[in-house]
């Protein structure tokens, strides 16, 4: 059973407008969560993370949410750029020791 | 300086034969992670290492092996591949822990794409 899910498997945007990338969890001892993003033929890199002591984190143009309460994070892109396609995984970890789970990844698609 | 590299990028190999992937990283970093890649499945964590000498299991390792002799590079094995073996396989490193209480980020290598027929 998938403890991290992404359950949009693709997402098309306008270049210009939000991106809202959605992610749930099921295991509620996660108290760290990732970003990665990954073009094609090239390994995921990171892009933000947030602790569960905040409930917002903010970089640039990429801001993500935390709603412990609903076990689910978002990641908001605004605007969005056409450079910006490619598929996004969420990853989770908690309690030393454990590992980092990764979602199924969200492949978006930024329209010029 | 080259981060993390994979040997090789693409492979095809008939069920039953064997075969070993290298990882290798330039950062001087102490963990480094083997995952495979499904799709709609996201990541999942085969094997890793805390340090050279050191291997342990991640949450899909059966059919692997994995040696760690030098700090820089992490081996992956294959005894007798598979058809469920077909994957895109990603090498990651970090400085310091990734895992449950640690924040370190992982550096991924760009993948090596293996069909088994």
């Known amino acids: 059973d998938q403890q991290v899910k992404q359950n949009s498997p693709s997402l098309s945007v306008q270049e210009g407008r939000i991106s809202i990338l959605n992610c749930d969890y099921t295991n509620s001892m996660f108290d760290y969560f990732l970003w990665y993003k990954k073009y094609p033929a090239e390994g995921p890199t990171f892009l933000i993370s947030i602790s569960s002591i905040k409930d917002k984190n903010e970089d640039g143009r990429f801001t993500v949410f935390l709603n412990k309460s609903a076990k689910h994070l978002s990641l908001h892109i605004v605007p969005s750029q056409p450079g910006d396609s490619a598929v996004y995984f969420c990853?989770?970890?908690?309690?030393?020791?454990?590992?980092?789970?990764f979602g199924g990844g969200t492949r978006l698609m930024v329209k010029p | 300086n080259a981060g993390v590299t994979q040997t090789p990028k693409f492979r095809v190999l008939k069920t039953g034969q064997s075969m070993t992937l290298l990882c290798a990283q330039d950062?001087?970093?102490?963990?480094m992670y083997w995952y495979r890649q499904d799709p709609g499945m996201g990541l999942r964590l085969i094997h890793y290492?805390?340090?050279?000498?050191?291997?342990a299991k991640g949450e899909v390792p059966d059919g692997y092996n994995v040696s760690r002799l030098k700090k820089q590079n992490f081996l992956l094995g294959l005894e007798s591949a598979a058809p469920s073996q077909t994957s895109v396989y990603f090498c990651?490193?970090?400085?310091?822990?990734?895992?449950?209480?640690?924040?370190?980020?992982?550096?991924f290598g760009p993948g090596t794409r293996l069909t088994v027929l």
């Open positions: 290492s805390v340090g050279e000498g050191t291997t």
């Open positions: 990853a989770a970890s908690g309690m030393a020791g454990n590992m980092l789970t």
């Open positions: 950062m001087n970093h102490e963990y």
């Open positions: 990651a490193s970090s400085y310091s822990w990734s895992g449950g209480g640690g924040t370190d980020t992982q550096y």
